[in-house]
């Protein structure tokens, strides 16, 4: 049994004593009062009166009782709120460390095999979870349920030893699975000492997740000789899927451009995102093969959708952009299916800047005088963004998610403001992302970038799901 469910049996028990001791002293009223006072229809009234007065006071303790609920009913650990609390009343701050564990793949999970499904594995990795704290020799570890798919606990240990220990569970977990579904998980650790204020610790841990599932997607081992074989099955076997991000356009309101999201299935190497699949194509130098193989069919999926005032936003290399057959193969391709440059968008991001930027300059003339569009990914990130906003010439620009987690941040607000500000007064297009609540869009909106995208506006759709955003 989980320790929250002992602390919630505890507090029902603390309940039911409350119900009991006054019904118990009700009793004794009644049995008293009849050898005390004498038997008149006043005294019996008001002891009468007592009756509804007590099932009042019960109802209100029962009712109250479940409304204050110490736990979450699907993974019986304690709700937010409690294990919030418990996290702020923790008095060795230097001695504790604060865990934060996240499923990664719930969503796919839910997808997949159901909410009923998608339940149990969160109860089963709980329990999991317990079960490997106490052959640790930890006990009566508070572990709260933070939202859908992350979990909060904290431990009286170093952090190092620790971090080791998470390993093991969270790769235990990856590598067995849980009722024959892939879990994949991720974790970040710190020092209660960090800050007393428990939200900014929470916020830090949600940076370390996020971090480090940027530098869990590690390229698989793909020999060169591997990658086009890898490439042409996917191709043959329909394994490289689309989905469609849809972007409002503040100015009329409307959603004007579809950002296309790639993934690969392989049946070798399982699914492989955008961000894996592009350490593979550069690791093994097939940018441009990749590149075309993408537009190759995505310009057949988008085909009932040239009807529709529509621009498309598709991520490319910038050592494909920089290779000009590339341009001949779009505008030929583009040319048998008929379809105009101008609906799309060739999105760039680079860490380190091009040194021959002249060059670079002309070859992104020679995309926009074709018709082409030229954005600029993450912009304000860990990238070479600047130096291209500075020397090349940019069409649209898309800030980085950073902006975004750190919007109620005034610094931040601010500098999203007066970069906005900047980029509009260069005559460049700007675009935030991954706003999904409405009070986030309510501020950007205030912000007035051109663009703005998010869960918020609209999940990603397939291209069948297109027409359910109009």
Known sequence: MLYSEIKERENRFIIALKIAFPLLLLIGIFFHSYQLFSHTSINFIL???????????????????????????????????????KIAKIKERENTTVIFLHVNNLNDIIERYGVNNGDLVLDQFIQKLEFFLREHSF???????????????????????????MNIFTKSVQNVGICNMEVKVAFSLLSAA?????????????????????????TPNIKLNQFQMIMDEAIIHHQLFFKYQ????LQTDQITLLEVLIRMESPTYGSLSKQQMQRIVNHTGYEKVFDEKVFELLVD????????????????????????????????????????PHRFILEI????????????????????????????????GNNCGFEYLKHLPIDLVKFDIEFTKKI??????????????????????????????EVHFKKMKEIKPDFIQGFYISKPKSIGEIDEIW
Request: hydrophobic share 40%; aromatic share 12%; charged share 25%.
């Open 194 to 218: 960090y800050d007393s204020d428990t939200k900014n610790l929470i916020e830090r841990l949600l940076m370390l997740i996020e971090e480090q599932k940027k530098s869990q997607e590690t």
């Open 246 to 249: 849809p972007s409002l356009y």
């Open 139 to 165: 006990k009566k570890v508070s572990i709260g349920r933070y939202s859908s798919d992350s979990f909060l606990l904290y431990l009286k240990h170093a952090s190092p030893e620790l971090k080791h220990l």
């Open 408 to 437: 109620n941040d005034s610094k931040y607000q601010q500098l999203l403001l007066h970069y906005t500000e900047l980029i509009q007064m260069l005559h460049i297009q700007s675009m935030v992302k991954f706003i999904d609540k």
């Open 301 to 340: 999926e988008i085909k009932p959708l040239m009807q529709k005032e529509l621009l498309f936003s598709v991520e490319v290399s910038p050592v494909t952009l920089r290779n000009l057959s590339f341009k001949r193969y779009l505008l030929t391709l583009f040319s048998q299916h008929g379809i105009d």
């Open 47 to 85: 002891l009468i009166l007592l009756i509804p007065i007590y099932v009042y006071y019960t109802v209100y303790l029962i009712y109250n009782g479940f409304k204050t609920s110490l736990i979450d009913p699907i993974t019986k650990t304690f709700t937010r709120t409690e294990i919030m609390a």
């Open 349 to 380: 991001t680079e860490q380190k800047s091009y040194e021959n930027m002249h060059r670079f300059k002309e070859i992104i003339e020679s995309y926009q005088e074709a018709g082409f569009k030229i954005a600029l990914g993450n912009f304000g």
